[in-house]
């Protein structure tokens, strides 16, 4: 059993629920200290609910002075296919993050069920392969195997824990909303251009950790000091000092 296992064609599958398993340590560590590695890895993926896409601003009197004979200036052209390509691709993006539930589950979790999905398969396909052979499948193809066969698992697994999962855990609650709110730096003294780590409380009382840095060039947010978002740049946010003791408090 310990030969099959360790198998240099099982290799990709005792990696991932190596991983798995390093990650929910972490994950455990990081919750006792106060860290949360579930909520830093969620605020850098995109929105999936409303996907950011950059179109450009056309002014619209200008645009048909500049038009002579109904034909767009090779300039404009070019810009909109790349708006629209650049639209697609993270639309799609965008749409296997959600068939995958994240925004309903945290991202962490999804990551531990796809490693465990896909370790497993992965086995059980090598197992089915090496009783009916006596050899097993090259690493490379069971791995395209248990891929294949990991993604709906994860989908299944991960809808099902977003339907018992407390209301207030499953609650998808957009990053746009945490500009204006109050929240407390825990890690690092955040300078322009090297954020901190701050924590938010949202509506539903749930915590959300975020990348933060000064709005005010040459100001340091020192770690324990109470701080207002004032904007959202990519997975970063800026933010200033509170003034006021309850709103730096408010977040505790």
């Given at each position: 059993?310990?030969?099959?296992?360790?198998?240099?064609?099982?290799?990709?599958?005792?990696?991932?629920?190596?991983?798995?398993?390093a990650?929910?340590?972490?994950?455990?560590?990081?919750?006792?200290m106060g860290?949360?590695?579930?909520?830093?890895?969620?605020?850098?993926?995109?929105?999936?609910?409303?996907?950011?896409?950059?179109?450009?601003?056309?002014?619209?009197?200008?645009?048909?002075a500049?038009?002579?004979?109904?034909?767009?200036?090779?300039?404009?052209?070019?810009?909109?296919?790349?708006?629209?390509?650049?639209?697609?691709?993270?639309?799609?993006?965008?749409?296997?993050?959600?068939?995958?539930?994240?925004?309903?589950?945290?991202?962490?979790?999804?990551?531990?069920?796809?490693?465990?999905g896909?370790?497993?398969?992965?086995?059980?396909?090598?197992?089915?392969?090496h009783?009916?052979?006596?050899?097993?499948?090259?690493?490379?193809?069971?791995?395209?195997?248990?891929?294949?066969?990991?993604?709906?698992?994860?989908?299944?697994?991960?809808?099902?824990?977003?339907?018992?999962?407390?209301?207030?855990?499953?609650?998808?609650?957009?990053?746009?909303?945490?500009?204006?709110?109050?929240?407390?730096?825990?890690?690092?003294?955040?300078?322009?251009?090297?954020?901190?780590?701050?924590?938010l409380?949202?509506?539903?009382?749930?915590?959300?950790?975020?990348?933060?840095e000064?709005?005010?060039?040459?100001?340091?947010?020192?770690?324990?000091?109470?701080?207002i978002?004032?904007?959202?740049?990519?997975?970063?946010?800026?933010?200033?000092?509170?003034?006021?003791?309850?709103?730096?408090?408010?977040?505790?």
């Amino acid at each position: 059993m310990i030969d099959f296992i360790l198998a240099n064609q099982n290799t990709p599958f005792a990696v991932a629920l190596g991983l798995m398993i390093a990650i929910a340590l972490a994950e455990g560590v990081g919750t006792l200290m106060g860290l949360g590695l579930s909520s830093m890895i969620d605020s850098l993926l995109p929105e999936v609910d409303l996907p950011d896409v950059d179109v450009p601003d056309i002014d619209a009197p200008d645009f048909d002075a500049d038009i002579s004979g109904g034909a767009l200036p090779a300039d404009l052209e070019v810009a909109g296919a790349g708006a629209d390509a650049t639209g697609a691709g993270q639309g799609i993006f965008t749409q296997i993050l959600g068939w995958l539930c994240f925004g309903k589950v945290p991202a962490l979790i999804i990551l531990v069920i796809f490693l465990t999905g896909f370790g497993l398969a992965g086995y059980i396909l090598q197992s089915v392969v090496h009783s009916l052979s006596g050899w097993l499948l090259p690493g490379v193809v069971a791995s395209a195997g248990a891929f294949a066969g990991a993604l709906p698992f994860t989908r299944v697994t991960a809808l099902g824990l977003s339907k018992v999962m407390p209301k207030d855990e499953s609650d998808a609650v957009s990053r746009t909303t945490f500009v204006g709110k109050p929240a407390l730096i825990v890690q690092g003294n955040a300078e322009k251009g090297l954020p901190a780590q701050a924590r938010l409380k949202d509506v539903h009382g749930q915590n959300h950790y975020l990348l933060v840095e000064p709005d005010v060039e040459g100001e340091v947010l020192a770690q324990g000091t109470g701080v207002i978002i004032v904007r959202q740049l990519g997975s970063r946010y800026t933010a200033i000092e509170s003034t006021s003791a309850a709103l730096s408090g408010a977040s505790e």
